[in-house]
T-cell receptor
Framework: GNSVTQMEGPVTLSEEAFLTINCTYT??????LFWYVQYPGEGLQLLLK?????DKGSNKGFEATYRKETTSFHLEKGSVQVSDSAVYFC?????????????FGTGTQLKVEL | GAVVSQHPSWVICKSGTSVKIECRSL??????MFWYRQFPKQSLMLMAT?????????EQGVEKDKFLINHASLTLSTLTVTSAHPEDSSFYIC?????????????FGQGTRLTVV
């Protein structure tokens, strides 16, 4: 079936470290792909997205590239900050209607320390 | 971006009682809203799609008589957990898409932590 698999957390990094959170998906066709972030006590916020193969989504220093060859959408940031501490969810949209029906990964908790 | 507000943010109720959770789109009209459930350390699971003016579409395995969804207006959907039991304790999140905006983005409420004792 269609699913999203992301690396398990928690991930603990020092400030200014490089971040990678892996995400792979299974689907027939080419769904839209998303990264959402959930800060403590808040709802999910869209971090970035890519709607077709080879697209790169970017926001707040985070990047992810839609790789159809490897069915991946890994999240990266060159230098994390304490304020990036949150839970990150990879998600894929339905094959019709864009992001209407989302399938989420399990979430990866990131903790950034000084 | 568009704002979706969920209320309450947390609730504790006794077994056997019913709890209503509200999801409002504050600055746009949402013909479709989605209800998710999140278990600890697990992914968000889509429970149902709420359609304004018509019956909700439930995902397989979700009891429609247990989780009543009403989408009476373009800005409000409610989820009522009926005859709640401790196993219903979970984090419930709603989302909506702004049809006048980007077709691919969904906006989420802040979630409701339900604890049934």
């Amino acid at each position: 079936g269609n699913s999203v698999t992301q690396m398990e957390g928690p991930v603990t990094l020092s400030e200014e470290a490089f971040l990678t959170i892996n995400c792979t998906y299974t689907a027939t066709g080419y769904p839209s792909l998303f990264w959402y972030v959930q800060y403590p006590g808040e709802g999910l916020q869209l971090l970035l997205k890519a709607t077709k193969a080879d697209d790169k989504g970017s926001n707040k220093g985070f990047e992810a590239t839609y790789r159809k060859e490897t069915t991946s959408f890994h999240l990266e940031k060159g230098s994390v900050q304490v304020s990036d501490s949150a839970v990150y969810f990879c998600a894929r949209g339905g094959l019709t209607g864009g992001g209407n029906k989302l399938t989420f990964g399990t979430g990866t908790q990131l903790k950034v320390e000084l | 971006g568009a704002v979706v507000s969920q209320h309450p943010s947390w609730v504790i109720c006794k077994s056997g009682t019913s709890v209503k959770i509200e999801c409002r789109s504050l600055d746009f009209q949402a013909t479709t809203m989605f209800w998710y459930r999140q278990f600890p350390k697990q992914s968000l699971m889509l429970m149902a799609t709420s359609n304004e003016g018509s019956k909700a579409t439930y995902e397989q395995g979700v009891e429609k008589d247990k989780f009543l969804i009403n989408h009476a207006s373009l800005t409000l959907s409610t989820l009522t957990v009926t005859s709640a039991h401790p196993e219903d304790s979970s984090f419930y999140i709603c989302s909506a898409r702004d049809p006048s905006g980007d077709n691919t983005e969904a906006f989420f409420g802040q979630g409701t932590r339900l604890t049934v004792v």
